[in-house]
Nanobody, 123 residues
Framework: QVQLVESGGGLVQAGGSLRLSCAAS????????MGWFRQAPGKEREFVAG????????YYADSVKGRFTISRDNAKNTVYLQMNSLKPEDTAVYYC????????????????WGQGTQVTVPS
């Protein structure tokens, strides 16, 4: 089973940037797509961004389009989420997950979730 470990979260002022990383165990990382989700207190987990196994296609939630960029380095078994122009509403725990099947936008399309990393953008 693939294990995923997120890092890079923290406290950043509005307008600032952070880069999240998700390191995956296993030799098959380059065989599957990946996604980033987030969950704010009292809210459901929501899709943020997804990327296919090759990196040739990416998907974004409307709320982050133009500000966030998902990428991957298959040689390092790592997927990244570059977050720019951060807003207080981006405050959440961010999770990476292994894509399984179906739409990249749906939580049920993923398996093997990481433990999450907190991102806080004070208002």
């Amino acid at each position: 089973q693939v294990q995923l470990v997120e890092s890079g979260g923290g406290l950043v002022q509005a307008g600032g940037s952070l880069r999240l990383s998700c390191a995956a165990s296993g030799r098959t990382f380059s065989s599957y797509g990946m996604g980033w989700f987030r969950q704010a207190p009292g809210k459901e987990r929501e899709f943020v961004a997804g990327i296919t196994w090759s990196g040739s296609s990416t998907y974004y939630a409307d709320s982050v389009k133009g500000r966030f960029t998902i990428s991957r380095d298959n040689a390092k078994n790592t997927v990244y989420l570059q977050m720019n122009s951060l807003k207080p509403e981006d405050t959440a725990v961010y999770y990476c997950a292994q894509y399984y099947s179906g739409s990249y936008y749906y939580t049920m399309s993923y398996r093997n979730w990481g433990q999450g990393t907190q991102v806080t953008v004070p208002s």
